[in-house]
């Protein structure tokens, strides 16, 4: 892509992408690295925001917070989870916490990065229901991209945005920030791993998590054909339709279940996301085991 002759980066040139890739009114699941631009933001984050709302996107980041994961309980505690004897998990330390709301502006942000903690501060965002991996959304379809998010159902955002015919972006960043190919795991039958948080009266109760997402790139060449490309100064954008980034990652999940596998073979948690996850009993999610 050429035509950014400036060094910063402005609206302007994040409409101009939008424009290109042919994403304008859809919804749009965006991963991010900001210092994959290789240059200042004219506007700061405002520029990205403002960019897709001009175009009629609803966008939606990943406002993960592990702070409010708590100490497990014994009858939340299943078998292949990816957990190995549970001692990581019961050892550590937790921090005290209140319980989680949709209000919380909590975020890791180290991991999450900037964009994700700007959309999650900006004014009229919605965030989903989940304590551990909340999604957030901006736009006019937000809250029912978000809204049926759960602390069980921890991919409702990524069902809808395939059902609204929505877009997977990675702005400078890889697969393996990729969150929805957990959701296509999950549509290939793997049963997402139990955490633990406080529900509103201070209970300790299950909470539907992701795993590790590190062999994720192993999937970069079955993708590839279905990814448009364009370059935002020096930020490498790869865009997916939601619904078919899933129906090719579930298949090949199904085919070569080791597909999802990262370079550690005692992976705790690949090696139980492979083998199906915590088998629960029906009544888990209100009784535990
Ligand atoms: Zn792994």
Same mark, same amino acid.
């Given at each position: 892509?050429?035509?950014?002759?400036?060094?910063?980066?402005?609206k302007?040139d994040?409409?101009?992408?939008?424009?290109?890739?042919?994403?304008?009114g859809?919804?749009?699941?965006i991963?991010?690295? *900001?210092?994959?631009?290789?240059?200042?933001?004219?506007?700061?984050?405002?520029?990205?925001?403002d960019?897709? *709302? =001009?175009?009629?996107?609803?966008?939606?980041?990943?406002?993960?917070?592990?702070i409010y994961?708590?100490?497990p309980?014994?009858?939340? *505690?299943?078998e292949?989870?990816?957990?190995?004897?549970?001692?990581?998990?019961?050892?550590?330390?937790?921090?005290?916490?209140?319980?989680?709301?949709?209000?919380?502006?909590?975020?890791s942000?180290?991991?999450?990065?900037?964009?994700?903690?700007?959309?999650?501060?900006s004014?009229?965002?919605?965030?989903?229901?989940?304590?551990?991996?909340?999604?957030?959304?901006?736009?006019?379809?937000?809250?029912?991209?978000?809204?049926?998010?759960?602390?069980k159902?921890?991919?409702?955002?990524?069902?809808?945005?395939?059902a609204?015919?929505?877009?997977?972006?990675?702005?400078?960043?890889?697969?393996?920030?990729?969150?929805?190919?957990h959701?296509?795991?999950?549509?290939?039958?793997?049963?997402?791993?139990?955490?633990?948080?406080?529900?509103?009266?201070?209970?300790?109760?299950?909470?539907?998590?992701g795993?590790?997402?590190?062999?994720?790139?192993n999937?970069?060449?079955?993708?590839?054909?279905?990814?448009?490309?364009?370059?935002?100064?020096?930020?490498?954008?790869?865009?997916?339709?939601a619904? =078919?980034?899933?129906?090719i990652?579930?298949?090949?999940?199904?085919?070569?279940p080791?597909?999802?596998?990262?370079?550690?073979?005692?992976?705790?948690?690949c090696?139980?996301?492979i083998?199906?996850?915590p088998?629960?009993p029906?009544?888990?999610?209100?009784?535990?085991?």
């Amino acid at each position: 892509m050429t035509g950014f002759g400036s060094t910063e980066i402005s609206k302007s040139d994040i409409v101009n992408a939008i424009n290109t890739l042919g994403i304008s009114g859809a919804d749009v699941c965006i991963h991010s690295s *900001m210092r994959s631009f290789g240059a200042p933001m004219k506007n700061g984050l405002k520029s990205i925001t403002d960019a897709f *709302m =001009e175009r009629f996107c609803t966008i939606m980041v990943p406002t993960f917070s592990d702070i409010y994961e708590v100490r497990p309980t014994k009858q939340f *505690m299943p078998e292949q989870n990816g957990a190995g004897d549970y001692s990581f998990f019961l050892e550590q330390s937790y921090a005290e916490v209140k319980p989680f709301t949709v209000e919380s502006k909590e975020i890791s942000a180290g991991d999450m990065g900037a964009f994700p903690k700007f959309v999650l501060e900006s004014e009229g965002s919605v965030r989903g229901n989940n304590p551990l991996n909340s999604f957030t959304a901006l736009g006019t379809n937000a809250k029912r991209l978000v809204g049926r998010q759960s602390f069980k159902d921890v991919y409702a955002p990524l069902k809808q945005l395939c059902a609204d015919d929505g877009y997977v972006l990675l702005m400078g960043v890889g697969l393996d920030k990729a969150t929805i190919i957990h959701y296509a795991e999950q549509v290939a039958g793997r049963v997402p791993f139990v955490r633990w948080a406080y529900d509103e009266n201070r209970k300790v109760v299950p909470v539907s998590a992701g795993s590790c997402s590190e062999g994720f790139r192993n999937l970069d060449g079955i993708l590839d054909i279905y990814a448009r490309k364009i370059t935002v100064g020096s930020s490498r954008w790869v865009c997916y339709k939601a619904q =078919e980034f899933v129906d090719i990652c579930s298949r090949a999940i199904r085919n070569m279940p080791n597909i999802t596998h990262c370079d550690d073979k005692e992976c705790d948690r690949c090696n139980d996301a492979i083998k199906g996850g915590p088998q629960l009993p029906a009544d888990f999610w209100t009784k535990g085991l």
